[in-house]
């Protein structure tokens, strides 16, 4: 057969692996791309920092490599259909924030005990803020993480935890994830890991500093009562048996890393009678590792999806099972941020994330959901979110 004409590759990351290091930030980005089909020699993947060294291409230097216009352009060899194996060294992965006070990036920062609380956090579309990668929210993908620290420092990454004295390795494979969430470390010195509950088969643990009242003020028992609901609803615990939760000095109160939870250090200070109290987030970002985690977005614009089935879901859960001022204060909230919401639940005018975002905990679940209720009840309502989260 002819060979493949040059010109771009059409091609599918499938897998990352990506090594970094907690005190330098350099890092080493490896993608395993699936080529769909043979039609070029080079590839292009987004990725916004300043520069790399050391590309390859299959294991070799390729015959160009460059960094520009937010993206890596890799040439060789033309491909045939299969899988091609890229890799880049970034010397050091720059501390910013893009999106303002936002924790997307890479950052380190005082916890309230005076470590420091090192944190690389993608969110949607920020994954190619730490090398070559695609940001589509739509992709599932497995990924590798080996993180080399200081002795003393416990690190926490997405999906199967393995720690180790100076490098912990972490990985999602079998079931996948999308970048938005599966790409992020954490890492902090003061960190103490203890037990919280075990139920449904899931044993779920909690990373705290000195002085750390996220466990103290949470209702452990009702947390595993939750759990056994949940995954009688929507089935076993998608990232293994393990749900890991940490308190840190972040900005969002929570964020749903696939089986490997960051809280806001503060919630142990919320009463559980307050919207956003500790009880509640935890139960929202424990359903993301269905919605949002296992099951993603098809787009940017869709954010609304997954936020609004893990607030309802917490909210049914209160109704039926904590004390009645809790869903009171949720449906409350609802309320408050349906009357200040700038945009749609699903924006049609296609705004940054960052600038609708904070509009759909509200409408989302009310719109979506809550509205149904009396119309075709709410296990009807359950129902559908059950199947729209089903395996394939």
Request: charged share 20%; proline share 8%.
């Amino acid at each position: 057969p002819a060979p493949p004409t040059t010109g771009m590759i059409k091609g599918t990351v499938k897998s990352y692996a990506y090594a970094f290091d907690i005190a330098s930030a350099k890092a080493t980005s490896r993608l395993t791309v699936d080529v769909a089909a043979p039609g070029g020699d080079c590839y292009a993947v987004s990725c916004r920092v300043d520069g790399g060294e050391n590309v390859l291409l299959g294991g070799a230097p390729p015959k160009s490599a460059t960094f520009d216009a937010g993206a890596l352009a890799v040439c060789g060899p033309p491909m045939a259909a299969g899988t091609a194996e890229i890799s880049a060294v970034i010397p050091s992965v720059p501390l910013r924030k893009p999106f303002g006070g936002l924790d997307v990036g890479f950052s380190r920062k005082a916890d309230l005990a005076g470590g420091e609380f090192t944190y690389l956090l993608s969110w949607v579309g920020g994954c190619d803020l730490f090398g070559p990668c695609d940001p589509d929210p739509s992709r599932l993908s497995e990924l590798h993480f080996d993180v080399t620290h200081p002795e003393g420092t416990i690190v926490l990454c997405p999906g199967k935890l393995t720690p180790g004295a100076t490098t912990t390795k972490c990985d999602v494979t079998g079931t996948l994830a999308p970048t938005y969430s599966g790409f992020g470390i954490a890492a902090d010195p003061k960190w103490v890991r203890s037990p919280y509950t075990s139920a449904a088969g899931v044993d779920v643990v909690m990373y705290e500093v000195p002085g750390g009242k996220i466990a103290a003020n949470t209702d452990k028992a009702s947390f595993g009562e939750f759990l056994t609901w949940l995954t009688k609803l929507l089935g076993p615990m998608p990232y293994g048996s393990e749900l890991r939760f940490a308190g840190a000095p972040s900005v969002w109160l929570g964020f749903e890393h696939p089986a490997n939870i960051i809280l806001n250090e503060d919630l142990g200070d919320i009463g559980t009678g307050a919207a956003h109290s500790a009880q509640h987030v935890m139960m929202h970002e424990t359903i993301h590792q269905y919605s949002g985690d296992r099951t993603t977005l098809a787009s940017t614009s869709d954010f609304v999806w997954k936020e609004a089935i893990a607030e309802y879901l917490a909210y049914v859960f209160e109704d039926e099972h904590r004390p009645a001022e809790e869903a009171i204060a949720t449906r409350t909230y609802w309320d408050s941020i349906a009357t200040s919401a700038e945009h749609r639940p699903r924006p049609t005018d296609g705004p940054a994330v960052q600038d609708f975002y904070v509009d759909v905990y509200g409408p989302g679940p009310m719109v979506l959901f809550l509205q149904l209720e009396p119309l075709i009840g709410r296990p009807a309502v359950l129902k559908g979110i059950q199947g729209f989260l089903s395996q394939a």
